[in-house]
């Protein structure tokens, strides 16, 4: 059997992935019984970060300890990851010692060459393609709150950017319907918006795809790497603010997810942030629980 990997929703089929989502939410309810469960005892994952992170990190590192496995921090500055060792390299030997290895880097194509040689499992903990442990840690949260999302309509304001990938796989992925409100200049990769077919609708303006959504999603405007452009964007964006107003038009009932960190009163406003309607420390909490439901599937 071929070494399983998960770089993108896609990875996965539309029933594994539901049914990973319903273990999340199982072992979140065991989690919080205070109930033991250590099917990764003796198993490490290896985590390679090219690319800062909070959530990503504590997350992985909780979740392995707390399936009763371990995690090693990698950084390009202790490792030859840094120093010019081809990747390939890398990969073959890494996996003969760990059990999986988890990629947090830019070029989403550097995931793929590690994959293609590693004898473990990868996962991709975002790259400048794909986000898609967010997206498990999303649907699980919508899961919690709504039920199924299959036939709901998402609107995603801001930037065409890895998550705006993400969720365009997630709406094949799930079956939901999927508004693109962004710049033109800014828009989401035609290789990844052509086979999600009419899954998704492009729009203009911010209010054109929040009108009657049940769910509303946004992300910063420049993302980590992008710093030099954030003047620039600021301007290009003011008009793809997840605000109060905006969001009245949504369904009455409408969530607001945001991955975080979030730049209050950029892309979107305090008070929707922190509002009724939003659901992101709940998300935030999610990227455990379904990350633990992932790591027992691929390395259990």
Same mark, same amino acid.
């Given at each position: 059997?071929?070494?399983?990997?998960?770089?993108?929703?896609?990875?996965?089929?539309?029933?594994?992935?539901?049914?990973?989502?319903?273990?999340?939410?199982?072992?979140?309810?065991?989690?919080?019984?205070?109930?033991?469960?250590? &099917?990764?005892?003796q198993?490490?994952? !290896?985590? *390679?970060?090219?690319?800062?992170?909070? %959530?990503? /990190?504590?997350?992985? +590192?909780?979740?392995?300890?707390?399936?009763?496995?371990?995690?090693?921090?990698?950084?390009?500055?202790?490792?030859?990851?840094?120093?010019?060792?081809?990747?390939?390299?890398?990969?073959?030997?890494?996996?003969?010692?760990?059990?999986?290895?988890?990629?947090?880097?830019?070029?989403?194509?550097?995931?793929?060459?590690?994959?293609?040689?590693?004898?473990?499992?990868?996962?991709?903990?975002?790259?400048?393609?794909?986000?898609p442990?967010?997206?498990?840690?999303?649907?699980?949260?919508?899961?919690?709150?709504?039920?199924?999302?299959?036939?709901?309509?998402?609107?995603?304001?801001?930037?065409?950017?890895?998550?705006?990938?993400?969720?365009?796989?997630?709406?094949?992925?799930?079956?939901?319907?999927?508004?693109?409100a962004? &710049?033109?200049?800014?828009?989401?990769? !035609?290789? *990844?918006?052509?086979?999600?077919?009419? %899954?998704? /609708?492009?729009?203009? +303006?911010?209010?054109?795809?929040?009108?009657?959504?049940?769910?509303?999603?946004?992300?910063?405007?420049?993302?980590?790497?992008?710093?030099?452009?954030?003047?620039?964007?600021?301007?290009?964006?003011?008009?793809?603010?997840?605000?109060?107003?905006?969001?009245?038009?949504?369904?009455?009932?409408?969530?607001?997810?945001?991955?975080?960190?979030?730049?209050?009163?950029?892309?979107?406003t305090?008070?929707?942030?922190?509002?009724?309607?939003?659901?992101?420390?709940?998300?935030a909490?999610?990227?455990?629980?379904?990350?633990?439901?992932?790591?027992e599937?691929?390395?259990?």
């Amino acid at each position: 059997m071929s070494t399983r990997h998960f770089l993108s929703l896609l990875d996965l089929a539309p029933q594994t992935l539901q049914d990973l989502l319903a273990r999340a939410i199982e072992l979140k309810k065991w989690l919080r019984a205070d109930k033991a469960h250590t &099917p990764l005892a003796q198993k490490t994952l !290896a985590m *390679v970060f090219d690319k800062s992170s909070t %959530r990503t /990190r504590v997350s992985f +590192e909780t979740g392995m300890i707390q399936l009763g496995g371990q995690a090693l921090f990698l950084s390009p500055r202790d490792t030859q990851f840094g120093r010019g060792e081809p990747i390939e390299d890398s990969a073959r030997v890494l996996s003969r010692m760990v059990d999986a290895v988890l990629i947090r880097t830019y070029e989403h194509a550097n995931v793929e060459t590690f994959a293609a040689h590693s004898s473990v499992p990868v996962i991709n903990g975002l790259t400048d393609r794909y986000h898609p442990c967010q997206l498990l840690a999303d649907m699980q949260t919508w899961l919690e709150h709504r039920g199924s999302i299959r036939g709901a309509t998402v609107a995603w304001v801001g930037d065409g950017n890895n998550m705006c990938h993400s969720y365009i796989n997630a709406a094949r992925q799930f079956d939901f319907q999927l508004n693109i409100a962004c &710049p033109e200049k800014y828009s989401p990769k !035609a290789y *990844v918006l052509e086979p999600a077919g009419d %899954r998704i /609708r492009l729009m203009g +303006e911010a209010a054109a795809a929040v009108d009657g959504a049940d769910l509303v999603v946004t992300d910063v405007w420049a993302s980590m790497g992008q710093e030099q452009e954030a003047d620039e964007r600021l301007d290009v964006f003011k008009a793809y603010q997840v605000s109060e107003s905006l969001m009245a038009l949504a369904s009455k009932d409408a969530l607001f997810m945001h991955c975080l960190p979030a730049h209050r009163d950029e892309e979107v406003t305090e008070a929707v942030l922190n509002g009724p309607q939003s659901v992101v420390w709940d998300e935030a909490e999610n990227r455990l629980h379904a990350q633990k439901a992932l790591l027992e599937m691929l390395m259990g």
